[in-house]
Structures are given as C-alpha cells and as structure tokens.
C-alpha cells in the first residue's frame, strides 16, 4: 500500500509566499512523475506543475516565474514553492504521483494525496 502525505497549506495575503510538501510512503519501489494538481471552487482539477526523477519540469502558464516545484528523491517527497501568491491560486492542492511498487514493478499506479487547501486572501 502507497500513502501519499501533504502538508504546508494555509491562509496568505496576496504577495505572499507558501511551500507545500508531499512525501509518498509505502511499498515503493520507484517513484515516477511527481505533480501538483489543484481545483479552485466551481472549476475543473488543474494541472499546476510536474517533475521527472530526472528533474525535468513542467508549468501551466499561470504560474510560471512564480511557483518551484523540486524534488528529494531520497525521500520520495515533492515541494511546490509558490511565491507572488494571487487571489486566483486559491484551490485545494493535490499531490500526485506515478509509482511502480514492490508488486508490481513493471506498471505504474497513479497515487494521489488528500489535498490541502490553499487560500490567497487579504
């Protein structure tokens, strides 16, 4: 079984900074792609940012210079720095997570975390 864990969500005033982290634990085997997803109230999920085991990165236009996502392969954990913070970035915030476990080493399973709720507010 495979948990993923997340943690650093909150309230913050427009400009401001907030850093999330998701540590995926389990009979793991290999972690994959690691992302950040997230759903604003009456929208659709999002996709926010991925990274490779590689450390290859991808980010939606809408926070590009202004959020980091970054990784610890060590610890099978994911950051997303976000910084310039706008009241549009309000959502929750999914951790995700492509890994191949200890049964099954060939395929990968999608695995997401529980969200955290991230509210940009004055």
């Known amino acids: 079984q495979v948990q993923l864990v997340e943690s650093g969500g909150g309230l913050v005033q427009p400009g401001g900074s907030l850093r999330l982290s998701c540590t995926a634990s389990?009979?793991?085997?290999?972690?994959?792609?690691m992302g950040w997803y997230r759903r604003a109230p009456g929208k659709q999920r999002e996709l926010v940012a991925t990274?490779?085991?590689?450390?290859?990165?991808y980010y939606t236009d809408s926070v590009k210079g202004r959020f980091t996502i970054s990784r610890d392969n060590a610890k099978n954990t994911v950051y997303l720095q976000m910084s310039s913070l706008k009241p549009e970035d309000t959502a929750v915030y999914y951790c995700?997570?492509?890994?191949?476990?200890?049964?099954?080493?060939?395929?990968?399973?999608?695995?997401w975390g529980q969200g955290t709720q991230v509210t940009v507010s004055s």
């Open positions: 995700n997570a492509e890994i191949r476990t200890i049964a099954s080493m060939v395929i990968p399973t999608d695995y």
């Open positions: 389990g009979s793991i085997f290999r972690v994959n792609v």
């Open positions: 990274i490779t085991s590689g450390g290859s990165t």
